[in-house]
């Protein structure tokens, strides 16, 4: 047998050992702590977003509570009014136990937005895009209106990705990820991600994720590591079948409205109200109805049975994710189930 030493693996190896030996007591080597296969995926998702730091956590949820226990009693979080439901779950049902406010307002505008920050304000939390309406948020100007007050920014970037909006180079201070989707992008694993350049910040949000075992496990970091090598394909793909859709559905006569930004493959659309909503999602074939979005399969949800939303959204308003498949296909499924 010719000498093997020099094998390379050409992915990262999954390192299934929870703790590692130490040369010496003064050491670290536990695996809630720091993991191999987890700082490596903490690298890529550092790099994807131009941070100095990444942090992986086992669902975007779990990455969302690291950044709010930062928070003590008294202070509170002013998150846009369009935000994602288990965000404001988080803050209205499991953080309002600890004395942590939140409130909500219109990010689009201004005068109300500065009127709703108050004294006790930590924290500003938005998407960009948000879900599921597709509203699009300048953070730049956020960062300006809020930066000379000590005001945390972080943005959620799960729908845009860092392909299309890098947010922490336009002045927000934290990016945060639900991996579940675009990102890992193969329905196969739930995650989540902090990242940003401030070393305070991340040295203290690494102190909470630590303490209370918020960490993605080996194997999950492997499915999202994975997902990564082909994001930008998948959804620059995603885009260009979502904007041919949307297209489709601009100038078709039983749909009243649709909203497309242009940087990701998600399309929001109102059917016609004579059209019934169970019907439509009962005839559609390839498009399949589910909960998540961003992944290789065409999914389609419908908000007002699916989500508990703040906002009251119409009756016949969906917000379709476009797969990796053949956009006329995708089309021609619509055509049928519009008819
Ligand atoms: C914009 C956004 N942020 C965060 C989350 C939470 O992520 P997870 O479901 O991975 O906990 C979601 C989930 O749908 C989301 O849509």
């Given at each position: ?35 191999p296969?987890?700082l ?66 219109d990010?689009?505008?201004a ?26 948020i ?12 000590d ?15 890098k ?70 793909r ?33 059917i ?68």
């Amino acid at each position: 047998m010719k000498n093997r030493k020099n094998l390379k693996p050409i992915n990262m190896p999954v390192f299934l050992s929870t703790t590692f030996v130490q040369d010496s007591p003064s050491q670290w080597g536990y695996s809630r702590v720091d993991d191999p296969t987890r700082l490596a995926l903490e690298n890529e998702l550092a790099g994807l977003e131009n941070a100095n730091h990444g942090l992986a956590f086992p669902s975007g949820s779990s990455a969302v509570t690291c950044l709010v226990m930062m928070l003590k009693k008294g202070d509170s979080v002013l998150c846009h009014h369009e935000v994602y439901e288990g965000t404001q779950r988080i803050l209205e049902r499991v953080m309002n136990k600890f004395g942590v406010g939140f409130d909500v307002v219109d990010f689009n505008n201004a005068v109300k937005l500065n009127k709703a920050i108050k004294p006790s304000t930590r924290m500003v939390l938005f998407e960009n895009v948000t879900n599921p309406e597709l509203e699009i948020i300048d953070v730049a100007k956020i960062s300006k209106l809020t930066k000379s007050k000590d005001i945390l920014i972080v943005v959620d970037n799960t729908i845009c990705t860092p392909i299309f909006q890098k947010p922490l180079t336009v002045g927000a201070d934290v990016v945060v990820h639900s991996l579940t989707k675009f990102i890992s992008g193969n329905h196969d694993v739930l995650g989540g991600a902090l990242m940003t350049n401030d070393k305070v910040l991340f040295d203290k949000l690494k102190f909470i994720q630590q303490t209370l075992g918020l960490v993605m496990s080996p194997f999950d970091c492997h499915f999202v590591s994975r997902g990564i090598k082909t994001l930008e394909l998948r959804v620059k793909r995603q885009t260009k079948s979502a904007r041919k859709i949307f297209n489709f559905l601009k100038t078709h006569n039983k749909v009243v409205r649709v909203s497309f930004p242009g940087v990701s493959g998600i399309v929001s659309f109102v059917i016609d109200k004579n059209l019934n909503a169970r019907r439509f999602l009962k005839r559609l074939k390839l498009i399949k109805i589910a909960q998540s979005f961003g992944g290789t399969e065409s999914t389609i949800l419908h908000p007002r049975s699916m989500m508990t939303l703040a906002k009251p959204l119409d009756h016949n308003f969906f917000r379709l994710s476009v797969g990796v498949g053949d956009p006329g296909e995708l089309i021609k499924d619509l055509k049928e189930a519009l008819k």
